[in-house]
């Protein structure tokens, strides 16, 4: 078993292995040391790998209490934010109690977010189901939910008490949603080179164990830097100030993964044009990212993004900071403004 550990303002580990589902309730138990335990999930990944985690927590001597909820960005909202505490509060869940988030981002983030405020707070067990889920959002602490003016408005920073992410559930993902993580991934390979880049060389050989404790261990790096999102974790934003502006331009049609690909490739000629990286960069980043099955141009003018990109929320004033790549392995944040992105891409 891979462990990594995250010495933030909680320490909690991160454990991935092939089959970790069925040992998820041994581990647990000494851990927590409760016995009442809520397990979320959503209808699509609770017909896969519920009964595995149920079971192996029933055996392990917790009483579990499951609630199901919609697949889809749809469950990241208020109503089911309600659902989820409501929920807590019929299985009376007490402070010493915890739940499991067995799904992938959207159930991570919101389960996590209940747990932040649910009696001021409870222990939450990230079970990521997705690639996604694996290399980014079990890890670090941030959790959300979607309000109508936008994504990831609510929230708040709640660690996990333990990550356990079982690397075979992510061979029933549709191919789509595999190759979006993968987007991730190849952020990570960006933006600390090695051994991220050779692990990804071959993707038809790739192992994927080994590819996301390479991934988890630089967001564990990050996130003890920067644990609450003021400094060195702008980093790995690459790809995303332009990816949220196309993924807004297509109204979502355009996945986030399929969007921070396009994102990269446009920070990489924007790093050529301002003279900090040669083509070569450029080329092997889109080589990359088209071996992954995502795409590398985007539908939309560079005029149209700059308007979505004014409104991100991680924007600071006037300025944008844009996170541009020099080579594998090393980027740099690039502080600009409208006037001068225009100018650049005319
Ligand atoms: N907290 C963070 O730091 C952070 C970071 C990045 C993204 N996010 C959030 O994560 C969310 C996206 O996460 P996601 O991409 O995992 O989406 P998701 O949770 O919606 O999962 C994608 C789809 O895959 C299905 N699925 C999950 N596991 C499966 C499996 N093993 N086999 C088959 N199907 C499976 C789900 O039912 C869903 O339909 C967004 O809401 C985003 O804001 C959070
Ligand atoms: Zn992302």
Same mark, same amino acid.
């Given at each position: 078993m891979a462990t990594v550990q995250v010495h933030a303002s909680k320490n909690y580990?991160?454990?991935?292995?092939n089959g970790l589902l069925d040992r998820i309730g041994s581990l647990s138990a000494e851990l927590l040391q409760c016995r009442n335990v809520a397990l979320v999930t959503d209808e699509t990944v609770?017909?896969?790998?519920? =009964?595995? &985690?149920?079971?192996?927590?029933?055996?392990?001597?917790?009483? &579990?209490?499951? $609630?199901?909820?919609?697949?889809?960005?749809e469950t990241k909202c208020l109503a089911r934010f309600g659902e989820v505490l409501e929920f807590f509060a019929?299985?009376?869940l007490t402070r010493t109690d915890a739940a499991?988030?067995?799904?992938?981002? *959207?159930?991570? @983030?919101?389960?996590?977010?209940? +747990?932040? *405020? #649910?009696?001021?707070?409870?222990? #939450? *067990?990230?079970?990521?189901?997705? $690639?996604l889920a694996a290399v980014d959002s079990s890890v670090g602490g941030k959790t959300a939910i979607d309000l109508q003016a936008g994504k990831n408005l609510a929230g708040a920073f709640h660690q996990p008490a333990a *990550?356990? +992410? @079982?690397?075979?559930?992510?061979?029933?993902?549709? +191919?789509?949603?595999f190759s979006d993580g993968c987007a991730?991934?190849?952020? #990570?390979?960006?933006?600390?080179?090695?051994?991220?880049?050779? $692990? $990804?060389? =071959?993707?038809?050989?790739a192992d994927w164990c080994n590819i996301i404790y390479e991934c988890v261990k630089i967001k564990k790096r990050m996130v003890e830097e920067d644990e609450f999102d003021t400094g060195v974790r702008m980093f790995l934003n690459l790809g995303h100030t332009v990816g949220h502006a196309i993924e807004k331009n297509s109204y979502f049609a355009i996945t986030h993964g399929k969007a921070v690909a396009i994102g990269m490739v446009i920070a990489a000629r924007l790093s050529e044009k301002l003279g900090l990286c040669d083509a070569s960069l450029t080329e092997s980043l889109t080589e990359l990212l088209h071996a992954y099955g995502l795409p590398t141009e985007s539908p939309y003018a560079m005029e149209d993004l700059i308007a979505g990109m004014l409104s991100d929320k991680k924007r600071k004033g006037n300025t944008?900071?844009?996170?541009?790549?020099?080579?594998?392995?090393? +980027?740099?944040? #690039?502080?600009?403004?409208?006037? &001068?992105?225009?100018?650049l891409f005319e």
């Amino acid at each position: 078993m891979a462990t990594v550990q995250v010495h933030a303002s909680k320490n909690y580990q991160i454990h991935i292995e092939n089959g970790l589902l069925d040992r998820i309730g041994s581990l647990s138990a000494e851990l927590l040391q409760c016995r009442n335990v809520a397990l979320v999930t959503d209808e699509t990944v609770d017909v896969l790998y519920a =009964d595995r &985690v149920e079971k192996s927590l029933l055996a392990a001597g917790f009483a &579990v209490h499951k $609630l199901v909820l919609p697949a889809g960005e749809e469950t990241k909202c208020l109503a089911r934010f309600g659902e989820v505490l409501e929920f807590f509060a019929e299985c009376r869940l007490t402070r010493t109690d915890a739940a499991f988030a067995l799904g992938g981002g *959207v159930i991570g @983030d919101l389960t996590g977010f209940a +747990c932040a *405020v #649910y009696l001021r707070g409870i222990r #939450y *067990v990230q079970i990521p189901t997705t $690639l996604l889920a694996a290399v980014d959002s079990s890890v670090g602490g941030k959790t959300a939910i979607d309000l109508q003016a936008g994504k990831n408005l609510a929230g708040a920073f709640h660690q996990p008490a333990a *990550v356990f +992410c @079982d690397p075979e559930t992510l061979q029933t993902l549709p +191919c789509e949603t595999f190759s979006d993580g993968c987007a991730e991934v190849i952020k #990570y390979a960006v933006l600390d080179g090695e051994p991220l880049v050779s $692990l $990804l060389a =071959d993707r038809a050989n790739a192992d994927w164990c080994n590819i996301i404790y390479e991934c988890v261990k630089i967001k564990k790096r990050m996130v003890e830097e920067d644990e609450f999102d003021t400094g060195v974790r702008m980093f790995l934003n690459l790809g995303h100030t332009v990816g949220h502006a196309i993924e807004k331009n297509s109204y979502f049609a355009i996945t986030h993964g399929k969007a921070v690909a396009i994102g990269m490739v446009i920070a990489a000629r924007l790093s050529e044009k301002l003279g900090l990286c040669d083509a070569s960069l450029t080329e092997s980043l889109t080589e990359l990212l088209h071996a992954y099955g995502l795409p590398t141009e985007s539908p939309y003018a560079m005029e149209d993004l700059i308007a979505g990109m004014l409104s991100d929320k991680k924007r600071k004033g006037n300025t944008l900071h844009l996170i541009l790549p020099q080579k594998m392995g090393k +980027c740099t944040i #690039y502080e600009t403004d409208v006037e &001068v992105l225009h100018r650049l891409f005319e």
